[in-house]
């Protein structure tokens, strides 16, 4: 069964650093296209940042460009988002979704917010 675990939101003042986890079970996050999205209060869900089985390549919104840093531990089989230099407008939800083949697989979320 296809199951993703996100963990590490929480409330941080702007500035600050916070460290998302996406534990994956059913399939290997190594040989799949993992992403994490997040929706903001009255938006759009966002794609944030992403990291693909070939080659590990990476992605990321311009918004997080040189903040965020996505990235993968295959031996725990886990997806991470570094958030540094974090802004009030970085305050959301955040989803982690998975596409081990075709069909797209998310966690429950975690609410991220910003604020001082």
């Known amino acids: 069964q296809v199951q993703l675990v996100e963990s590490g939101g929480g409330l941080v003042q702007p500035g600050g650093s916070l460290r998302l986890s996406c534990a994956a079970s059913?399939?290997?996050?190594?040989?799949?296209?993992m992403s994490w999205y997040r929706r903001a209060p009255g938006k759009e869900r966002e794609l944030v940042a992403s990291i693909f089985s070939t080659g590990g390549t990476t992605n990321y919104a311009d918004s997080v460009k040189g903040r965020f840093t996505i990235s993968r531990d295959a031996a725990k089989n886990t997806v991470y988002l570094q958030m540094n230099s974090l802004k009030p407008e970085d305050t959301a939800v955040y989803y982690c979704?998975?596409?081990?083949?075709?069909?797209?697989?998310w966690g429950q979320g975690t609410q991220v917010t910003v604020s001082s």
């Open positions: 979704k998975g596409r081990p083949a075709v069909v797209d697989y």
């Open positions: 059913g399939f290997t996050v190594s040989r799949a296209a």
